[in-house]
């Protein structure tokens, strides 16, 4: 059995809480949040769990095995670290961190205390993000031309982060996973209208390797909800749209063929276009909730001594590539490199 308590019960803890509860072999024994009117929700619904303020009280607790951080990102750091520290394994919510350095420390002290470290990278565990990957893998798509990413809509306007750091860390990590790689630079543009401390509105441009190129908008300043990725490669399309439950995958047969040798370029090694527009497919997906998969992985990684999926390594990852977004925005667009 896996003992787990919860800190930060605000707008998506109460969700962790409700998917640990469903999973057997876990029991949440505590919930953490500074603020009691949070807590107090739980109290007619989860009538056996402790409830505390201070989140010390649940690295002290003996019956907690396992910690989950859910608290806004500029107190990732140090929760994930004292937690480790205190012989928890930890999940903590995205980003893991808000620089490098805090992300190769929170690694190094995971590896020290021998404690799992795992970043809810919700995406990964969506069964439509993985059936890309797939689609992606086994070259149905041809050769991965471009990778197109929107997360827009009117709300939530953070306190602590810019929108980049906050809607960000989703696309970049859905990026990354889908390409199997890492941006090898990043140029990013954005603007700050409400508040001059932080960006309300990002447009990132990433370079993958093998010359697939990669744009990210996230604005929490717009008058839709708009949740999707396009990848055009040379063989098909594929739009995935998170807030279509009918339809969150479309494969296209589209697609722009190169032909014989085009006599009236000269013959200068230009091809004739022909634009191919085939069949729509929109595959069955079995969406089982990608944020239970998430929590199931946790516990299970850790009862059965396995690596997870979004490990430490995986978070540094994407909070490297905002790191470098971060820096291109304050240079008004300069292009960083990526080690
Ligand atoms: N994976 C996803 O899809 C997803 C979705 C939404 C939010 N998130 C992440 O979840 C985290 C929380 O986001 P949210 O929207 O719930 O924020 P929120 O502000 O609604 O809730 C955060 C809660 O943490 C509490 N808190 C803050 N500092 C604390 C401390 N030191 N000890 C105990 N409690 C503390 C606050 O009182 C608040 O109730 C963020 O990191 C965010 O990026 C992830």
Redesign the pocket.
Known sequence: MLRIGI???????PNLVRDFSEIEDVEVTAL????PD?LNRFKRRYPGVRLNTA?TEILKSKTIDAVVI????N??YK?AKEALLAGKHVLV???MTYNVGEAEELIAVSKKQKKTLMV?H?FEFNPAVIRIKELIEAGELGKVYYITSRRLNLG?IREDINALW?LAP?DISILNFITGSMPLGVKAWGGSFLKQSHEDLAFINLAYPDNIIANVHVSWLDPLKVRDTVIVGSKKMVLYDDVDSEARIKIYDKGADKLGNDSSSGGFGEFQIKLRAGDLLIPKIDMTEP?KQECRHFADCILNNKSPKTDGENGLRVVKVLNAAHESLKKGGTEIEIS
């Open positions: 800190i930060g019960c605000g707008y998506w803890g953490c949040d500074s603020n949070r989140y859910a608290t806004p990102a107190t990732h929760l919510e995205k980003p809810g919700t939530k906050n989703h944020l």
